[in-house]
């Protein structure tokens, strides 16, 4: 089966830029997303179709797909930016998320 | 206001059954497909089954397929997850969440339920 792996944890200073890959077999030809998720809520999409943000995502949120990983980029990174992060792709009709990736701001 | 509204859940024994169910509104809920997302304690996010929106197709992971089944009313706007032969790993918070128009490659989930807990112990 598909399998995306990201990094467990990934911390950043406020303001400055934070990183989360996601790797997969020839992921750069799919279609990745991005959720965040906070403690205690429902996941919220952030990215879309490899670089679509959805509507009250702030700009400092991008992303790109290429090859074999794909990657959230958070510039200026802010403490409300804290939270588990996913990537997702789909692959032979099953949708496929990654373990997740737990970003911290000190 | 897109809202979705899952519920069901509770405690049931190993081997038992449960149906969850999530109520849709503020979308034409026949117009979009629809995912079940569970999320054990402490762990990251695995999705469970999906369905098309004309309810022409399903899709399960590995994990469930053959115990869950997953259905529509789009006359109640209503997506349900019957669970089966229930086991401890299936303990988890089961979210329905609203995709596209079609589960395939550009599938992601745009709306999100609070989630519904689902216990299996004895």
């Known amino acids: 089966s598909y399998e995306l792996t990201q990094p467990p944890s990934v911390s950043v200073s406020p303001g400055q830029t934070a990183s989360i890959t996601c790797s997969g077999d020839?992921?750069?030809?799919?279609?990745a997303c991005w959720y965040q998720q906070k403690p205690g809520q429902s996941p919220a999409v952030v990215i879309y179709?490899?670089?679509q943000r959805p509507s009250g995502i702030p700009e400092r949120f991008s992303a790109s797909n290429s090859g074999n990983t794909a990657t959230l980029t958070i510039s200026g990174t802010q403490a409300i930016d804290e939270a588990d992060y996913y990537c997702?792709?789909?692959?032979?009709?099953?949708?496929?998320f990654g373990g997740g990736t737990k970003l911290t701001v000190l | 206001e897109v809202q979705l509204l899952d519920s069901g859940g509770g405690l049931v024994q190993p081997g038992g059954s449960l149906r969850l169910s999530c109520a849709a509104s503020g979308f034409i809920f026949s117009d979009y497909a629809m995912s079940w997302v569970r999320q054990a304690p402490g762990r990251g996010l695995e999705w469970v089954s999906g369905m098309s929106a004309s309810s022409g197709s399903t899709y399960y992971a590995d994990s469930v397929k053959g115990r869950f089944t997953i259905s529509r009313d789009n006359s109640k706007n209503t997506l349900y997850l019957q669970m089966n032969s229930l086991r401890a790993e299936d303990t988890a918070v089961y979210y329905c969440?609203?995709?596209?128009?079609?589960?395939?490659?550009?599938?992601?989930?745009?709306?999100w339920g609070k989630g519904t807990t689902v216990t299996v112990s004895s």
């Open positions: 969440a609203k995709g596209g128009a079609i589960l395939g490659a550009s599938y992601y989930m745009d709306v």
């Open positions: 020839k992921l750069g030809d799919k279609y």
């Open positions: 179709q490899d670089t």
């Open positions: 997702q792709a789909w692959d032979s009709s099953t949708v496929v």
